[in-house]
DNA sequence: ACCCTTTATGCGGTTATCGTCATAACAGTC
DNA sequence: GACTGTTATGACGATAACCGCATAAAGGGT
């Protein structure tokens, strides 16, 4: 086979930096992390920033199903399940295996999990401050 | 002055739940988030979707600056940076200061820096996933 | 008062994303 | 082969987001 330029090895299209660049993330003083890789940052966060895929990742996390049981769960179209699993499936998110005609996806990451921890930490502290200056006001 | 009903305290002006309703995050097996915090979750990541306003954050995070700091630093224009930090100021990402005409932005908040390190960490991951597979081959 | 500087906002064009319908592609059965 | 059931994809309208231009708003100086 053909090895291909290791420069374009990328599982995101647009992921065509080296692995060098992946030691730093958000730097620090003076030192900005890259165009590129806030780049591939921002469409990680934004295959998070739908509803719509953040419920498939919390029913697939309940166990492997296949679409059937995803439009039985949601509500959601097909088609619509269909390409929001593929966007998901791009960045390894979610993945699938045939089962005869089915596909039956799964997702273990917990990645999404602690993201939506952290994020849920920050909500509730800031409710709790909220409440705080209600209460002494 | 007026208490407001607790059930309408809120930072984010969707986020309507009680408190109690951020006890859980992802749920686990049969135990699914509530569509709001669904919601909640993905109105937070989409504010980390746009490369500007991780560029904004970026910079903010290495000391505090004014708008003009901001322009030079990014090359974008003074609306778009209003509007990014607005943004990101009710979600309580920055929070600004009043210098006679000038405000001064900052972030000190760790929690971006969190889960860019998270997200950087799988995106590492998969690089050397795909490396190891091709030396393989 | 006026003017200048700095920041916020209404408006509009452009672009991207969502979600649906229809249909193609695929795997299996008869 | 034809037929059925399941999933992926092209086309399209609707909606939302981005981004700049122009302008309003706010604070300070003369």
């Not at 930490?121 to 006001?137: F, G, N, P, V």
Request: proline share 5%; aromatic share 4%; glycine share 4%.
């Amino acid at each position: 086979m053909d090895i291909p330029e290791l420069a374009s090895v990328q599982l995101v299209p647009q992921c065509i930096m080296p692995l060098s660049s992946y030691t730093t993330t958000m730097g620090v003083a003076g030192s900005m992390p890259s165009p590129q890789l806030l780049e591939e940052y921002s469409q990680f966060f934004r295959l998070l920033s739908e509803p719509a895929r953040l419920q498939l990742l919390c029913q697939l996390k309940a166990g492997p199903m296949d679409v059937a049981a995803l439009i039985e769960a949601t509500g959601f179209s097909q088609s619509h399940i269909s390409r929001q699993l593929g966007q998901l499936q791009r960045a390894d998110l979610v993945r699938c295996e045939r089962d005869g005609v089915r596909t039956i996806w799964s997702a273990d990451s917990e990645l999404v999990d602690d993201l939506c921890n952290l994020v849920q930490t920050r909500l509730r502290q800031r409710l709790e401050a909220q409440l705080q200056q209600l209460q002494s006001a």
